[in-house]
């Protein structure tokens, strides 16, 4: 908390302040560290575990470079830049800072490291990490057991020799913040939290950490995590794959989350070769996270499925009005589906419970490629989950007008399912036009004012900062958009509750004297 890089002057004296007020806030400590500041590195850190009796040990490393605003958002272990010989020495090196301060229980060894795998070190972190999960899923070692069994005097029930990497793991930390607003926080109830299912299944292991429940309330307050999200597998890419559909079967409403996001980077070549780096985020997303674009054959898959999902759909009613029923009405329609502006023409054949088959129209406008469709999924469930010509797929479902909106991999998309006269008519709908706001500064999200840096009447340019705003313990540059004059300045700095009350009272005091 509290680190800010500076590349001249002016971003040296606006950091140091905004560094001091969130460690002051954070921590009760305004002093600062200044730090040389390595380009293009990766954070590596070293688990190590030590007793009361001399023994320490290192348990691998872990790769934490996906990071925004210095914060970790993506972990794995091992680390896919990492060799033999550089994680045994840089084991070794964590072991010898271990032992030189007597240090027992788990603890963390952080090195900044560069692409050609030197290596730095930049702090020790005495405590169990938010990341530890996955280091327990390729050991094998239970952390919180032996933290608690050195804590009674015990020695460690292993030596160096003992400790094997067994596959690979990858942990999401899904966070309370809207990731098409620029990561802003987001708070309020969790009107739904279904998780995906953890289990130990062939070969594939979901791991679910999580504080939270259904009901329960998101405050600006505290950190933003939500749940840490860990699967394990026998290879990198095993891993990946598996969480890519753990998050895409993770529900989540009543505010927004970052699970789109962690969903994309999931499919995103550069995280998937592992060519990493900390600044894999502002590189990769420089505008902002906007949702990935489908490519043909989702696209084909999110019509599919949504061709489905309409078609239970009418079904369900059927059954409830009774109109249609009977094994003599066999179901065969013709229907248009709209993804983002691409439409496509398909063709829909099966009865419930399925399997279903859908057909898609080629250049001829006949029938062509097809994809096979089996679900158990009925209209309500709040997450899709089937098999698309084989293949297991989960896909999050929110109903909206002639459609739902779809999330998968990444993707979201509202996806209108239409008969042809229906598409016919809906391309002749205007579309609804948003108020121009560009001359406000709205605050886009709850929290305590800090500061505000201009007057009514201020002449301001583009990118200047106007006010900070804290919500979820960081500090939030609110910036001009546009240049132009101050005209009203609504806000004002709130201090302290407690302060704010007895500065009322003195000042209600001093005007009765």
Partial sequence: KGMRIAYNAKEAEEGFQLARSEAKSSFGDDRCFVEKFIENPRHIEIQVLGDKHGNVVYLGERECSIQRRNQKVLEEAPSPLLDEKTRKAMGEQAVALAKAVGYDSAGTVEFVAGQDRSFFFLEMNTRLQVEHPVTELITGIDLVEQMIRVAAGEKLPFKQSDVKLNGWAVESRVYAEDPYRNFLPSIGRLVKYRPPAEKVEGGITVRNDTGVFEGGEISMYYDPMIAKLVTHASSREAAIDAQGEALDAFYIDGIQHNIPFLSAVMQHPRWRSGE????????????????????????????????????????????ITHQMTGKAVQFAKE???????????????GDAPGPYTVFFANEAGKSGESIKIETA???GDPVWTGHVDGDQVSILVRPIANGVNLAYRGIQEPVYVYTKREAELAALMPEKVGADMSKFLLC?????????????GAEVKAGDALAVV???????????????????????????GHVDAVIEAIQELSKKK
């Fill in 276 to 319: 990493l780096s900390t600044g894999f985020i502002k590189e990769e997303f420089p505008e902002g996270f906007v949702p990935r674009e489908p490519g043909s054959a989702e696209m084909k898959v999110l019509s599919a499925v949504a061709a489905v999902i309409d078609h239970l759909g009418n079904e369900r009613r059927r059954s």
């Fill in 377 to 379: 999924w009925w209209p």
């Fill in 335 to 349: 229907r248009v589906v709209k993804v983002g502006k691409k439409s496509l023409s398909l063709e829909i054949s």
């Fill in 470 to 496: 804290e919500a979820m313990k960081m500090e939030n540059v609110l910036r001009a958009e546009r240049d132009g004059k101050v005209k009203k300045v609504f806000p004002k700095v709130k201090v302290d």
């Fill in 444 to 456: 886009p999200m709850p929290g305590l004012v800090k500061a505000i840096n201009v007057g009514e």
